[in-house]
């Protein structure tokens, strides 16, 4: 159906920034948003960012002034650039798409996750 490859992910010193990429494919026709979620080491899976076909952006509260979601519809890719990165950003992060289908909202596609690593 739907593939998700992600890409960017690394590990960097608290303050600095890394920009993650998640590029779709396959059976695409339109798209009604894409965005990022992310889940460290013995907590639950938490939203981070999302942006929807109009271009409207949704944060966590979290990363509110550090975090910017953008897209490339031309290519059916979503961008994460996060600055001011702190310890606990630490995390898999998570991409994923959601479809229009009938009139609706499809279950989102998942990306395979890239580790995210903030620390000394």
């Known amino acids: 159906q739907v593939q998700l490859v992600e890409s960017g992910g690394g590990r960097v010193q608290p303050g600095g920034s890394l920009r993650l990429s998640c590029a779709a494919s396959g059976s695409i026709f339109t798209i009604n948003a894409m965005g990022w979620y992310r889940q460290a080491p013995g907590k639950q899976r938490d939203f981070v960012a999302a942006?929807?076909?109009?271009?409207?952006?949704n944060y966590a509260d979290s990363v509110k002034g550090r975090f910017t979601i953008s897209r490339d519809n031309a290519k059916n890719t979503v961008y994460l650039q996060m600055n001011s990165l702190k310890p606990e950003d630490t995390a898999v992060y998570y991409c994923?798409?959601?479809?229009?289908?009938?009139?609706?909202?499809?279950?989102?596609?998942w990306g395979q996750g890239t580790q995210v690593t903030v620390s000394t």
């Open positions: 994923y798409v959601t479809l229009e289908s009938w009139g609706r909202a499809t279950d989102p596609y």
């Open positions: 942006i929807a076909r109009g271009g409207s952006t």
